[in-house]
């Protein structure tokens, strides 16, 4: 059962334009979410996070937005570069003991 | 600051055989979490340990067990290998000493598990 949801598997923007990735979730209880970036042959690495009490969250250029009555968050990056270009997942988790992973969107921002 | 390692980078073992894979997590974190990820999939939690408590598991068959030690570094190891084991295993350590940042995981490169 996947409990976070990354229905687009793909996304390509233009240099200097918006990214928007999109995550969605099944569990009324997770209470943290988390984005990450996934280069190829390393780890995931640590992008951006945001409480279930707060509906947004901003670090420079990347901005998460969280929409509970949904079960909703996205991930705005603004503007993009080509060294965004990665896999990013989104991860949610209860009482930081258990994490769920959505599957991934490759991003693709074209110079 | 040396981030989380992970040793081996690669593995070949044979149906049946038992694995040991090791994590160090980053100085001064004391929570490592284990994680599987097949191909084209995203990470899917196995353990996190806490204090070399387990505080949580994920949905996979008592084949997989892991341990931490006084130092914080960690094992996972699974036995009777089979060929749907094989995938990258990783290691993610967190402060874990509460408030928000112990969310915060940082992921080691990974262990690649191939089951023949």
């Known amino acids: 059962d996947q409990q976070v949801k990354q229905n687009s598997p793909s996304l390509s923007v233009q240099e200097g334009r918006i990214s928007i990735l999109n995550c969605d979730y099944t569990?009324?209880?997770?209470?943290?979410f988390l984005w990450y970036k996934k280069y190829p042959a390393e780890g995931p690495t640590f992008l951006i996070s945001?409480?279930?009490?707060?509906d947004k969250n901003e670090d420079g250029r990347f901005t998460v937005f969280l929409n509970k009555s949904a079960k909703h968050l996205s991930l705005h990056i603004v503007p993009s570069q080509p060294g965004d270009s990665a896999v990013y997942f989104c991860a949610a988790s209860i009482t930081g003991n258990q994490f769920y992973f959505g599957t991934g969107t490759s991003l693709t921002v074209i110079p | 600051d040396a981030g989380v390692t992970q040793s081996p980078t690669h593995l070949i073992k044979t149906r049946g055989q038992h694995v040991t894979l090791r994590c160090s997590p980053i100085?001064?974190?004391?929570?490592v979490s284990w994680y599987q990820q097949v191909l084209g999939q995203g990470p899917q939690f196995i353990f996190q340990y806490y204090e070399k408590e387990e505080r949580g598991r994920g949905n996979f068959p008592d084949r997989f067990s892991a341990r931490q030690f006084p130092n914080y570094s960690s094992e996972l190891n699974v036995n009777a290998l089979l060929l749907g084991d094989s995938a990258l295993y990783l290691c993610?350590?967190?402060?874990?000493?509460?408030?928000?940042?112990?969310?915060?995981?940082?992921f080691g490169p990974g262990t690649r598990l191939t089951v023949t």
């Open positions: 100085s001064g974190h004391k929570s």
């Open positions: 993610a350590s967190s402060p874990g000493a509460g408030g928000p940042r112990s969310y915060e995981q940082y």
């Open positions: 945001i409480s279930s009490i707060k």
């Open positions: 569990n009324s209880m997770f209470d943290y």
